[in-house]
């Protein structure tokens, strides 16, 4: 079936860091490919998403690109604030009729002055 | 719009006791779903519905749950009775169905059973 793997967490960083969270799938066909981002004690809020081959999405500083290739979709930000830390959630959807999204496990991160 | 709305924010309740959560989903979204999550098991899909209709409730654990949603504004998920493993954060999330929107989830409510 469709899976999901993320990095193991917790990654810890200090503030400016560079960010890399690791995320690949596996799937039958082309999904579209997101990344949730979990504040504590919020919900899940979209953060970026792409639908196709060398697609990137982009928000907040965040980027991923969705490579075929590799099937990868790693999240990454140039320069991490104190702010960014949160539990990050990698999720695969497949385009073909009505699919259910399919997460990664979650990886935590946690950024320090 | 308000997003998806889930009340209460935070339930405690005695085993054995009733409990049930309310979602309110974004309007015009035609799917609805369910979510636990625990430190030990992650997020868990336990039911989803489509234009009001339960589709797949393969993830509810057991009898005890059960899940309604009886207009296109309105879902709940009940307890009975409730036990100590039950503890959690249930979410709801809601989708339009074009499946590139993702879902938009609720800020959860936190169950813990004492």
């Known amino acids: 079936g469709n899976s999901v793997t993320q990095m193991e967490g917790p990654v810890t960083l200090s503030e400016e860091a560079f960010l890399t969270i690791n995320c690949t799938y596996t799937?039958?066909?082309?999904?579209?490919l997101f990344w949730y981002v979990q504040y504590p004690g919020e919900g899940l809020q979209l953060l970026l998403k792409?639908?196709?081959?060398?697609d990137k999405g982009s928000n907040k500083g965040f980027e991923a690109t969705y490579r075929k290739e590799t099937t990868s979709f790693h999240l990454e930000k140039g320069s991490v604030q104190v702010s960014d830390s949160a539990v990050y959630f990698c999720a695969l959807i497949m385009n073909t009729g009505f699919q259910k999204l399919v997460f990664g496990t979650g990886t935590r991160l946690l950024v320090s002055p | 719009d308000a997003g998806v709305i889930q009340s209460p924010r935070h339930e405690v309740t005695e085993m054995g006791q009733e409990v049930t959560l309310r979602c309110k989903p974004i309007?015009?979204?035609?799917?609805l779903f369910w979510y636990r999550q625990t430190m030990m098991r992650g997020l868990e899909l336990l039911i989803y519905f489509n234009n009001n209709v339960p589709i797949d409730d393969s993830g509810m654990p057991e009898d005890r749950f059960s899940a309604k949603m009886p207009n296109a504004s309105f879902s709940t998920l009940k307890i009975q009775p409730s036990e100590p493993r039950d503890s959690a954060v249930y979410f709801c999330?809601?989708?339009?169905?074009?499946?590139?929107?993702?879902?938009?989830f609720g800020s959860g409510t936190r169950l813990t059973v004492v």
């Open positions: 999330a809601s989708s339009p169905g074009q499946n590139f929107y993702g879902y938009t």
């Open positions: 799937a039958t066909g082309y999904p579209s």
């Open positions: 309007s015009g979204h035609d799917y």
């Open positions: 792409a639908t196709k081959a060398d």
